[in-house]
């Protein structure tokens, strides 16, 4: 039994997070909250959460949540990194850059945009990740 359980655990630590690009859109006017994460399935769990509570980083998202509701948002992979296509020292910086493109991409589609992907520090760790969520993103189609 115990050398099951040892088995599953170092087989959960071999498993590969979906990494990527993501947005949170509101159907409803259009607007798009864009980022990036090493799991992505955790980063949509954790936004759903933020607001929910009513504690998400961004205000603007926050407000139109308790207005919309969260049957006017969608939560989406734009784009997906194989981790073992990229080193993991420069897994950050290549995050950073495929978020960058994506915020040029659709900045011409979008009103108000600001990139926070140059704005950031290059050096990633949980301080510029907490820190990264304070740069207004939200914006409009």
Same mark, same amino acid.
């Given at each position: ?6 088995? +599953?655990?170092? @087989?959960?630590k071999? *498993?590969?997070?979906p990494t ?6 509101? =159907? ?9 994460? *090493? ?6 769990n954790?936004?759903?959460? %933020? @607001?929910?509570?009513?504690s998400?980083?961004?205000?603007? +998202? =926050?407000?139109?949540?308790? %207005? ?5 948002y969608s939560?989406?992979?734009?784009? !997906? ?5 990229v080193?993991?020292?420069? @897994?950050?910086?290549? @995050?950073?850059?495929?978020e960058?493109?994506?915020? *040029? ?5 979008m009103?108000? *945009?600001? !990139?926070?992907? %140059? ?12 820190a990264?969520? %304070?740069?207004?993103?939200y914006? !409009?189609?």
């Amino acid at each position: 039994m115990l050398d099951r359980r040892k088995e +599953l655990k170092a @087989l959960y630590k071999q *498993t590969a997070l979906p990494t990527g690009i993501f947005q949170i859109k509101n =159907q409803i006017n259009g607007k798009v909250f864009i980022g990036s994460s *090493t799991n992505l399935n955790a980063i949509f769990n954790r936004h759903r959460f %933020q @607001l929910k509570m009513k504690s998400h980083k961004n205000a603007t +998202l =926050q407000k139109e949540w308790n %207005q919309y509701g969260p049957e006017a948002y969608s939560f989406d992979v734009l784009e !997906t990194l194989k981790p073992e296509a990229v080193p993991s020292e420069k @897994l950050a910086e290549t @995050l950073l850059a495929l978020e960058e493109k994506w915020l *040029t991409a659709l900045k011409s589609r979008m009103m108000n *945009t600001v !990139t926070i992907a %140059q704005k950031r520090p290059r050096k990633f760790n949980r301080e510029t990740a907490i820190a990264r969520w %304070q740069f207004p993103v939200y914006a !409009t189609k």
